[in-house]
């Protein structure tokens, strides 16, 4: 398989001024880059593609070497790559009908990522073995110290840096990772995915939201405030910015870390794992209306959209899948329409099942359940269902 690995970095305050100086210098090279398309198509309908511009390199590396010159030219192949990949993906959203969303100038704030090809490139990974310090090599940087808090494995395929506030990342790309596959259990389990717990499963088990926003949120808003109150391109403000931008990422690393610990759970003593197809950006989207008329409940669907990207979901049910592969077991997508108002025991749906947020009554059995269990159970048999008849076809 191929996997991820992220650990944090601790440059010196030199290596962390070249980290920096090397983050800017590729953001210059992809906007030039992305100019470069814009012009030639405007002006003569030439199309430039990747390879003219690699081939280009040479020139613009010699003709800047205090500049361009500094760095790897194989991570500078990276970046026009990710250029041509932006392209790519502009076209392909243009032949299916979708909204393209043309490429745009990265500003200082939208470009946090620089990658190397590990292949003696300008980037080593491990470049002092003997060392009892793991350390990273980067052309133009140096050696340049890991806080390695798990082992790599598999053959490491590109090295990235990547810049999150004032803290900087290696994420190491890893092909051949072997998986780690766990013994078989014989459980098979359906979950449904809540606000107010984060995962019900279908034999009674809530994994509880922490809710990590809404824990900030004061801290938050007082953080904002301040920032409103700064004038455009002064310290203070940029002091201020720093600030806002350290809390969001706190809430994302408190987000997922939960989630990891809360996927490992379900993972590690369950075999068959049935969950809803979600369409989360459908289900976050604004509520109807317009600004002169706007629809009925705007508040709270915005506290409801709010809810739902704080327990993170999404987030959720990528990780599990990586883990679920990862560990050998199967995971099932199912069809969440009705799930949470049809009934577990005789199959009757009705909105009025489901009274409240937590109480489900069948109206016409008399089952009552929590609401989110009796779904869950509704997912699995789901799942089990569909699984069945994959088998049999």
């Given at each position: 398989?191929?996997?991820?690995f992220k ?5 010196t305050?030199r290596?962390?001024?070249a980290?920096?100086a090397c983050?800017?210098d590729h953001?210059q090279?992809y906007?030039a880059a ?7 198509y405007?002006?003569?309908?030439v199309?430039?593609?990747?390879g003219?511009q ?5 020139h613009i590396?010699a003709?800047?070497?205090?500049g361009q010159g500094?760095?790897?030219a194989?991570?500078q192949?990276?970046?026009l790559?990710?250029?041509?990949k ?18 745009r100038?990265?500003g200082?704030?939208?470009f946090?990522?620089?990658e ?6 300008g980037?080593?990974?491990d470049?002092q073995?003997h060392d009892p310090?793991t350390?990273?090599?980067l052309l133009?940087i140096?050696h340049v110290?890991v806080?390695r808090?798990?082992?790599?494995k ?8 990547k810049r999150?506030?004032?803290r900087?990342?290696v994420?190491?790309?890893?092909d051949e ?10 459980v ?5 995915l809540?606000?107010a717990s984060?995962v019900?499963t279908?034999?009674?088990h809530?994994?509880?939201?922490r809710?990590?926003l ?5 801290r938050?808003a007082s ?6 109150r ?6 203070r403000r940029?002091?201020a910015v720093?600030r806002?931008?350290a ?6 690393r408190?987000r997922?870390d939960?989630a990891?610990k809360?996927?490992?759970?379900l993972?590690?003593g369950c ?11 459908n ?6 209306g317009t600004i002169?008329a706007?629809?009925?409940?705007v508040a709270a669907k915005?506290g409801?959209?709010r ?7 999404g987030?959720?049910?990528t990780?599990l899948a990586?883990?679920a592969?990862?560990a ?9 329409r009705?799930?949470s ?5 005789c199959?009757h749906c009705?909105k009025d099942n489901?009274?409240?947020?937590a109480?489900?009554a069948?109206?016409?059995c008399?089952h009552?359940?929590?609401?989110d269990?009796n779904a869950a159970?509704?997912?699995l048999r ?5 699984r069945?008849?994959?088998?049999a076809a």
């Amino acid at each position: 398989m191929r996997r991820s690995f992220k650990f944090l970095l601790r440059p010196t305050s030199r290596q962390a001024a070249a980290l920096a100086a090397c983050l800017e210098d590729h953001r210059q090279l992809y906007n030039a880059a992305l100019e470069h398309r814009r012009t030639a198509y405007a002006k003569a309908g030439v199309t430039i593609r990747y390879g003219d511009q690699s081939a280009e390199l040479k020139h613009i590396r010699a003709d800047d070497l205090d500049g361009q010159g500094r760095w790897s030219a194989g991570s500078q192949q990276q970046t026009l790559r990710r250029l041509d990949k932006a392209f790519a993906a502009f076209f392909r959203r243009i032949k299916k009908g979708a909204k393209p969303g043309y490429p745009r100038f990265k500003g200082r704030g939208w470009f946090d990522t620089v990658e190397w090809p590990a292949a003696r490139n300008g980037a080593t990974w491990d470049s002092q073995p003997h060392d009892p310090v793991t350390r990273v090599y980067l052309l133009g940087i140096g050696h340049v110290r890991v806080h390695r808090h798990r082992a790599v494995k598999g053959r490491v395929k590109t090295i990235g840096v990547k810049r999150e506030g004032r803290r900087w990342y290696v994420v190491l790309s890893c092909d051949e990772v072997p998986a780690q596959l766990l013994p078989a259990t014989g459980v098979v389990v359906g979950i449904d995915l809540g606000v107010a717990s984060l995962v019900t499963t279908s034999d009674g088990h809530h994994i509880d939201n922490r809710r990590h926003l809404a824990a900030c949120a004061g801290r938050l808003a007082s953080a904002q405030r301040d920032l409103a109150r700064t004038k455009r391109g002064s310290k203070r403000r940029r002091k201020a910015v720093a600030r806002v931008a350290a809390l969001h990422a706190k809430v994302r690393r408190q987000r997922v870390d939960r989630a990891h610990k809360a996927a490992l759970a379900l993972v590690g003593g369950c075999d068959v794992i049935v969950h809803e197809d979600l369409r989360i950006a459908n289900m976050t989207r604004s509520a109807s209306g317009t600004i002169e008329a706007p629809g009925r409940n705007v508040a709270a669907k915005s506290g409801l959209n709010r809810s739902i990207l704080d327990a993170g979901w999404g987030v959720f049910l990528t990780i599990l899948a990586h883990k679920a592969e990862s560990a050998g077991r199967e995971l099932i997508a199912v069809d969440p329409r009705n799930t949470s108002r049809t009934c577990s025991r005789c199959g009757h749906c009705a909105k009025d099942n489901r009274l409240t947020q937590a109480a489900f009554a069948c109206t016409a059995c008399g089952h009552t359940a929590h609401a989110d269990v009796n779904a869950a159970i509704n997912i699995l048999r789901a799942g089990l269902a569909l699984r069945q008849a994959t088998q049999a076809a």
